[in-house]
């Protein structure tokens, strides 16, 4: 069929001519009405959007010289989020000398993963980045 009889087909029902595949040999056309497609489409991303779970980072932050009881918090708060399926970021901050001694700010990490490996599986081991070491937690499935 010729595009100006397709056209004019398209304007006798008030539809739009659409290209589906252009590529193809002859090229494959649609009539719809254009505005409503795209009205249609816009409404199921919409939707799709809705349905997904946006995954929770919580962040938590330490010092080297933290002590056993704040430490003990926060792996209760871990444990919370955890359950509550966020992922959670522990932060041990670094400042003026204490970054001599990074390796008590990897044992601190060791033993919160530990505390919690019930609950989250480390998904992220300890790094450093920049004057803080973060290691990343998430809950398991």
């Given at each position: 069929?010729?595009i100006?009889?397709?056209?004019?087909?398209?304007?006798?029902?008030?539809?739009?001519?659409?290209?589906?595949?252009?590529?193809?040999k002859?090229?494959?056309?649609r009539?719809?009405?254009?505005?409503k497609?795209?009205?249609?489409?816009q409404k199921?991303?919409?939707?799709?959007?809705k349905?997904?779970?946006?995954?929770?980072?919580?962040?938590?932050?330490?010092?080297?010289?933290?002590?056993?009881?704040?430490?003990n918090?926060v792996?209760?708060?871990?444990r919370k989020?955890?359950?509550?399926?966020?992922?959670?970021?522990?932060?041990?901050?670094?400042?003026?000398?204490?970054?001599?001694?990074?390796?008590?700010?990897s044992?601190?990490?060791?033993?919160?993963?530990?505390?919690?490996?019930?609950?989250?599986e480390v998904e992220?081991?300890?790094?450093?980045?920049?004057?803080?070491?973060?290691?990343?937690?998430a809950?398991?499935t």
């Amino acid at each position: 069929m010729t595009i100006e009889k397709a056209l004019a087909i398209a304007e006798e029902k008030d539809l739009d001519l659409v290209e589906v595949a252009p590529n193809a040999k002859p090229p494959v056309c649609r009539l719809m009405d254009y505005g409503k497609y795209l009205y249609e489409k816009q409404k199921r991303e919409r939707e799709s959007r809705k349905a997904q779970k946006q995954i929770e980072i919580k962040e938590l932050r330490l010092r080297p010289k933290t002590d056993d009881h704040d430490v003990n918090v926060v792996i209760s708060k871990i444990r919370k989020f955890a359950k509550d399926g966020a992922k959670t970021r522990i932060r041990v901050r670094f400042r003026g000398r204490e970054i001599v001694h990074f390796d008590v700010a990897s044992d601190l990490l060791k033993r919160v993963a530990e505390e919690v490996a019930d609950v989250t599986e480390v998904e992220q081991r300890p790094t450093m980045d920049g004057r803080s070491m973060i290691m990343l937690l998430a809950p398991k499935t």
